[in-house]
C-alpha cells in the first residue's frame, strides 16, 4: 500500500529528475551552491572580519595573502567581497519573500473571488506599476533612513504587484479550467480548490516570478547601495563596493576592484535566473524530458 | 409531463449580464436559458440536442447550481435546489455529478488518478480509512474498465477515452443518482466513441442512474436517450420519446434538423431543409417565437405570440412549441 507520503515524494522525485536533465539550471545551481558556501562559510570559517584594516597599506595590490588586494581603508577586498555577496543574497531572499506575503495572497483574491477584490487590488497594482519603482524607492529610503533592513523591507514592499498581476493572471486561466468546475461539482470547498486546483497549477509563473524577483531585487539593492542610498558602509555590499571603485585612477588601474564583485553579481543574478527557468519546465507534468 | 420525476427543472432562467464601460453598468443580457420546464424520471435519459451556444451547457450547470440561474426552480426528489444555502448545496453535490466535454480539460494535471477519483470521498466521508478509500477507487476503476495501476498515475498519461473513463469514476464514487453528461463523446475519437457510449449505458442500466445528456450529435443522442429535447436559443422548441422525435418531428426547427442527419445510402434521395440566415444574438432574441426569423413555415402571427413556456401537446408525450400545431 502507498501511503501518502510515499505519492507526494514519487510527485517531487519526478521534478528533481526532470530538474536534474536540464543542464544549464544544474550548471547553474552548482554555481550558485559555490556561492553560497563560498559567502557563508568562508569568512566564519577562516575568522576573516570585513573590518579589520591593515594600516599603512591603503591600496595595495594583489598578492599571496590578499588574494584581491587592500581597499583605499586597507581592508581586504576578498573578505568585502563575500560579506558583499551575503548581503545581496540576504536582501534579494528576504524582500523577494516579502513581496510574496502580500503579492500572492492577493493575485489569488482577486483572480479567484473577482467582483470587488479584482478592482480594488489590480487597480492598486496599476497604480504601483506605473511609477518608476526606483524612484520610489529612493523616496521611501530618503523619508526612513538608508540601512539594510529598510532596503529590505522597501524593496520587498514595491515588489509585490509583480507577483499579485502574475498570481492573478494564471488564477485567471486557471479558474476558468473544467477541472475547476469539476471540483465545484463535487462540493469542494474554497479552500480546498485553491490549495488542490489553482495553486499547483498556478506554481510555475510564481517560482518563475520569484527568481526574476530575486534576481531584480538584488540589483535594486546593489543600484542603491551604488547611489549611497542603501546599504551603509562599513556593511559591505556588491553595491558599496563599487560605489567605492568609482575613481578613474581606480576604473583604469585598479580592475581587481570593480570586476570580481562585478562578475559574482551577473553569476547570482543569471544563476537565480536559468534555475527558475529549470525549475518551471521541471513542475510542469506535460513536459516530459 | 410526469408528476413524480426525479428531477424537475420549473421555468428556469440563466441570464448573464452584459457590462460595458468604465463602471461596468449592465446593458443587456445574454437570455442563455429562458423558461424552460422539463422533468426527467428515475432511470430515464432525457437528450438535449441543440447548435453551438443554444444554452445546452448552460442548461446543465444551472441544473447543478454550477451556474446561480436568475430564476425559476430546480426540484431534485422535490427539494429545491435553486435556492439551498451553501452547506446543502454541498451535501446534495453527492447525488448530482457532472461529466465534462473535454477530458483534457477536466481532470487537474497535477493530482494523481486515485486522488482525482477519491477526492468527493474525502470531501463527503472524511473519516473514511485509507485502505477503505483504496479499494473503493479500486472498485471504480474496474467499474470504468481501467486497470488498477492506473491510480498512481497523472491523467497525462491517459488517452482521451481512458480519461472520460476516470472522469466517469469520479462522478460515480459517491453513488449519485442523477448524472449530467455535458457532451461527454464528441471530443472523443470515433472508434473510442461508441465503446465509452456503451459504458455510459450499461453503468446506467447496472446502478440505476438517471442521465441529462447533451450533445450536438443527434446519432449519438439517438443511440443513448429515451427521450429527447430539441433546444433553440434557450428554449426548448420540441420534447417527445426518442421514436417520436425521429420518426415524427413536428417543429420546423427539430424537422430541418432531422434532414441534416445523412443518411449511408446513396439511392435515397435527400431532402434537405436548408435555413435561411445566422441564429439571432442571445442577448437580442426575436419577439414571439425565437424561430419565426428562419422559419419556412412562418406565419404572419409568428412574430407577436409569445411562445416562451408554451408546450402543446400534440400527441402523448410529444409537446411541440410552434403555433402551426395549436
Redesign the interface.
Known sequence: MKSVENKHSSYYSDVFRKFRRHKIAMFCLGIMTFIIIAVLFIPPLLGLDPSKATLGKSFQEPDGIFILGLDRLGRDNFVRLLYGGRTSLLVGLVSTFISIIIGVPLGLCAGYFRGPFEVIIMRMVDIFMVFPSMILILVFVSIIGPSIWSVTIIIGIMGWPNFARIVYGSVLSVTSKEYVESAHAIGASHFRIIKDYILPNAISPILVTTTYRTASAILEEASLSYLGMGVQPPTASLGNILNDAQSITTLTMRPWFWIPPGLLLMFIVLSINFIGDGLRDALDPKMKV | MSDKGLLEVQDLCTYFPINKGVLRQKVGEVKAVDHINISIDQGETLGIVGESGCGKSTLG?SI?G?IKPTGGHVLFKGEDVTNMDFKK??????QM??V???PF????????V??IIA??LR??ESSLS??KL?SRVEQMLELVGIESDAA?R?P?EFSGGQRQRI?IA?ALI?NPEFIFLDEPVSALDVSVRSQVLNLIRNLQKDLGLTYLFISHDLSVVRHISDRVGVMYLGTIVELASKNQLFNNPLHPYTKALMSAIPIANPNIPINRIILEGDIPSPANPPSGCRFHTRCPNVRKDCDKTDMLNRMIEVERDHYVSCLLYK
Open positions: 450547470r447543478l454550477l448545496l454541498r451535501s446534495m453535490r453527492q455529478q457532472i465534462f466535454q473535454d480539460a477536466s481532470l487537474n494535471p497535477r493530482m494523481l486515485e486522488d477526492e468527493p470531501i463527503h485509507r485502505n483504496q498512481n497523472y497525462h472522469s469520479r459517491m
